[in-house]
């Protein structure tokens, strides 16, 4: 079944602890994206990947990194939460404007 | 740049009733897709139809609609006979075909259906 995977689904963490949510997608597409999602903001793009070793910010990259080391995982590191990146994080994957996007991964940092 | 406006944040309707969800969208490309999505309570992202912009028709499947004006830049959505299963955060989104990360959101509206 092609999917999206996010790990872990609900985390509460405290502020300045490193934190690592992993996406996986299994249909070997080149594209993959995380967006955060806030009440009355819809969903921003933090960063995306076009391909292995190739990323770029989006729209709220700050506080945020990734890593694309292989074509399938695309993890989402918070080097040094804090309080606002308490939010709804979305992993997607993407091919000729299809998008999966993952289950979600609802974060709050005390 | 690209932008998509949902100016409604809450609707409220009692079952039965029709309801229509807005999006208007700002792009400077001619060839682009727009997108809806429903976000029910359980929080995951359920697509629900993509339009490209040179296909202009209307579309219908079941009780959902999709109203698309590339003269009004709008791309409309109408649930007939809403349920209460209808409710949850619609988002309407708009991307550029050429670049499979460019992919801008509304900020939703929630729908809520009275029993």
Not at chain 2, 2 to 17: D, F, L, N, P, R
Request: proline fraction near 5%.
């Amino acid at each position: 079944e092609a999917q999206v995977t996010q790990n872990p689904r609900y985390l509460i963490t405290v502020t300045g602890k490193k934190l690592t949510v992993t996406c996986s997608q299994n249909m070997n597409h080149e594209y993959m994206s995380w967006y955060r999602q806030d009440p009355g903001l819809g969903l921003r793009q933090i960063y995306y990947s076009m391909n292995v070793e190739v990323t770029d910010k989006g729209d709220v990259p700050e506080g945020y990194k990734v890593s694309r080391k292989e074509k399938r995982n695309f993890p989402l590191i918070l080097e040094s939460p804090s309080p606002n990146q308490t939010s709804l994080y979305f992993c997607a994957s993407s091919e000729y404007n299809e998008q999966f996007f993952g289950p979600g991964t609802r974060l709050t940092v005390l | 740049a690209q932008k998509v406006t949902q100016a409604q944040t809450e609707i409220s309707v009692v079952e039965k009733e029709d309801v229509t969800l807005d999006c208007v969208y700002e792009t400077r490309d001619t060839t682009y897709y727009l997108f809806w999505y429903k976000q029910p309570p359980s929080g995951e992202l359920v697509f629900l139809i993509r339009r490209n912009s040179f296909d202009e028709q209307n579309e219908i499947s079941g009780r959902y609609s999709w109203n698309f004006q590339k003269s009004t830049s709008s791309f409309n959505f109408t649930i007939t006979a809403s349920q209460v299963v209808d409710s949850a955060v619609y988002f309407c989104a708009l991307s550029d075909p050429y670049n499979n990360n460019d992919m801008r959101f509304g900020a939703g509206t929630r729908l809520t259906v009275k029993p």
